[in-house]
């Protein structure tokens, strides 16, 4: 797509310094970019590129856009207003409707007229397809599934039974919602399998990353609310719920019945474990395990960074040996305090 | 499914207290339930929804009986009892038998005439679908590869060349049984590729949760015992082999060649490094690291809980600078003692 | 397939001692080893087997050598060489050129005459698939994705719109490969959706684990370079980079825009955060956080191995009391200092 900076900022309500004529066609980094590209800044540490970019414009803030060298579309906060532009100049692709004639659609599928059904797609019985919707190649819908308006399912995504999507959702390949929560009673010989009759409710605007895996509830529902964004390879189990524009990095998990607040940031390869309660505005860095419910607002960690092996081993040791060095001081401070009664 | 509690009671060995007549056709949670359905109690932590729940029937142990105030179904193992009666009010989905038309098997496949096929799945020469077993849409089962009786892929599920699977498992979507394992030899210049020709064996009753992935021997087999239950993103390396009855929870990750024991607890995320042995009856929480070999049975632990930010930053510090502390007592014992020499 | 010994030995160069007629058809451990078969010597733990192995030949060391009771082949790097003859006893599968009936592959597709499409796959406008390359059942290629000579994709792996591998690659069943970034721009009412319109360039002999995820980037591509490996159920984000010969062990996680040097080894559930750099030749263990750029070469851990849970607990509760620890310390060390100006 091309756009003038002049249509950029009459659309997006940004202050123009430059020729509103001018045209861009694609986004591009500022180290990168080639006229005809449009780059932001946001981060300070990619300040130092900005004297030397050739793009044609660089959405960015106020004060940075006095440092400038070429037209500016100045925004309170650029990344999102560049993120808006990108979308204009790198739109989604979009998909005919239709059914692919290789898909397998179960007569008493509803699919909509101008929904999108992939090649060998598979769509049972009972499922919903709703307006626009786009369900990829190789995915497969399950029996009473629902998809909401303009939800994409991109490649071999799995929807079990049951299971509802919101509207404008993305869900990447390889994504699974609805499997069979872990449910097994102990008992004399092994485990007995305890059916996961609940289901997986999704609210709208939800994207979900590759091969993420959301598992229906036990009894009642899973559920993930409006706005919350997954990234790949996170599991999340029976019955958790996860609140309102809550964002969960790659790796997390999420253990059976635990509920996360809403607006929430949740580092990569964070474990947290079941039936706890994480409030709102809670963010959680990276490789930390919850263990115990955190009070939001509120910033928590347990991760702790490489060093060199040889010294990591020695404060391991140090750490197993604790005891010894509390006795220790113990042992002065009684000594200490038998040398007072001595004097 | 619908059932009277007399009807329940005898075929479970349970004790009722209630109208043997009344029916129940549905499970749910004892805050959620309404009339018509059946609850259980087996956490004390939910011993306060038991006044006021509006169950048909409660199944639970005879001490908390007493507090009951509808019908109860006493059991020894509430839990255990609780999953066998919803097996039959949710009976699992009966597939009808037969190969869809859109599915791909090669002649020379041997398919079960009760078995089920679903749509766009792929069955490979030589692989073998045993009674009533089911490979669901999007299945791929490669060459020589065998399913035992009443065992289900769900969706999407990909079982390698020769893996052997036994009766009345439960494959979830995107598992992938029978990649190679990770087996490169460093040479002068990159990695040869060892090829992997063991494959899988994996017992009776086992059930696998989504995108988990366990990978063919490099020589001789992995093997997955009888009962083993795997929760969904986990993953197993090469020539692993794990005891009857072990439960693996999310995201837990066993490296190559390394021994679980029987009916071993394994939590969540927890990583075993590889040539190890675990013995039965381990427990190892969730989020730990197992470096060394295991005795059985016994209790394991190395995660932390996760504590605010800025404290938790200063424990890290302090860990780093133990040796400092250690030399501090140190000198101080020594000071002491050279105190006690100038006494 | 079947060699006798003397062409194995001419072809890799390796130094016989036994009859060089004598055949081999298959690989086996030392201790499982059968006559007609090869084995191979090359971890020392293993050394105890070589006296009691029926192979008919082992590959090992001159120094092992001496202790062979069979025929030996003799290389400097047994281990490599036994994974080049384990190459030519079990030669990876053959696939017969052309398109199964069952895929879909798009006119404006552009696939060699002797690529194999197997059944179900789907292959979009614009792609190509180059010669003897092997796009296995299920599989995904979208729109403009290349795939190089002799690459295979296992099984049901996706490919995103113009994601380029090259030659001589597997990607295992379960990959995705280019779904989009985790980039959102957070703004008053949650997030706006960054679209990722960089791609994912994959050098040649790679070889990727089932279930593992590589990002596209979000302006600037993804890159792997030639010759890595990564193991299962790694996550690699938008616009890392990943030098050649580096390996990636399983479950590993890699956050946006780090970049990780050259023949570097990455242990198993690493997890690497964002912008940071990893230098040439470094080796993190198992488990750890890399949360700062690291030089190489180097190793780097910061996992902690489990222990008995009672005794792991108490050495938590000590690492959170360190500064009540370093007060008493400091405390002894100034009335020691007070007992000085006493005396």
Known sequence: MRATLGELAVRFGLELAGDPGAEVTAVAT???ARPGTLSFLANPRYRRFLAGTQATAVVLDAEAATDCPVASLVAANPY?????????LHPAPVHEPGVHASATVHPEADV???????PQAVIEAGAVVGPRACVGPGSVVMRDAQIGADTRLVANVVLYRGVRLGERCVLHSGVVIGADGFGFAPD?????????????RIGHDVEIGANTTVDRGAIDDTVIEDGVKLDNQVQIGHNVRIGAHSVLAGCVGVSG?????RRCMIGGAVGVVGHLEIGDDVMVTGYSMVSRSLKGPGVYSSGIPAIET???RKAVARLRRLEVLERRVATLEGKRGGGKREA
């Open 112 to 118: 909509s007229a101008d929904a999108h059904v992939g």
């Open 30 to 32: 500022l180290s990168s």
């Open 257 to 261: 019945s635990s509920t996360i607040g």
């Open 188 to 200: 004399r010989d092994g485990f007995v399998k305890v059916p996961q009759v609940g289901s997986v």
């Open 310 to 312: 040889a010294e990591w």
């Open 80 to 88: 999102a207003a560049f993120a808006r532009i990108a979308q204009v």
